[in-house]
């Protein structure tokens, strides 16, 4: 069972950055597996930030973080990373990092959203932006 566990988030100032960590516990490769960002404020459905695609070629955004978020991968690491920069109130809530294993035939595929394609999940980590 691949178990993702997330790390980075805090409190910070509008306007401010940070750097969301996901990993892979050890025995585990992510090399396989295209990967996600999603978010949950409270009182709203889940929502998908970004994804990547197992190749790492192809990663997608939703319009409400593009040009201020950027997803990547380091599967050397077997860790997944979300930048966050110019962070709003808005983007307050519990951000999860999820996974599907993906064939090497659909290894340039990324899926934005749609939480039931993901078959793993991390525990979440909160992100609360406020001054």
């Known amino acids: 069972q691949l178990q993702l566990v997330e790390s980075g988030g805090g409190l910070v100032q509008p306007g401010g950055s940070l750097r969301l960590s996901c990993a892979a516990p050890?025995?585990?490769?992510?090399?396989?597996?295209?990967l996600g960002w999603f978010r949950q404020a409270p009182g709203k459905e889940r929502e998908g930030v970004s994804c990547?695609?197992?190749?790492?070629?192809?990663?997608k955004y939703a319009d409400s973080v593009k040009d201020r978020f950027t997803i990547s991968r380091d599967n050397a690491k077997k860790t997944l990373y979300l930048q966050m920069n110019n962070l709003k109130p808005e983007d307050t809530a519990v951000y999860y990092c999820?996974?599907?294993?993906?064939?090497?035939?659909?290894?340039?595929?990324?899926?934005?959203?749609?939480?039931?394609?993901?078959?793993?999940w991390g525990q979440g980590t909160q992100v609360t932006v406020s001054s």
């Open positions: 999820a996974a599907f294993r993906a064939s090497v035939t659909v290894q340039n595929m990324c899926i934005l959203g749609a939480y039931d394609e993901y078959d793993y």
């Open positions: 050890s025995g585990f490769t992510l090399d396989y597996y295209a």
């Open positions: 990547i695609s197992r190749s790492g070629d192809n990663t």
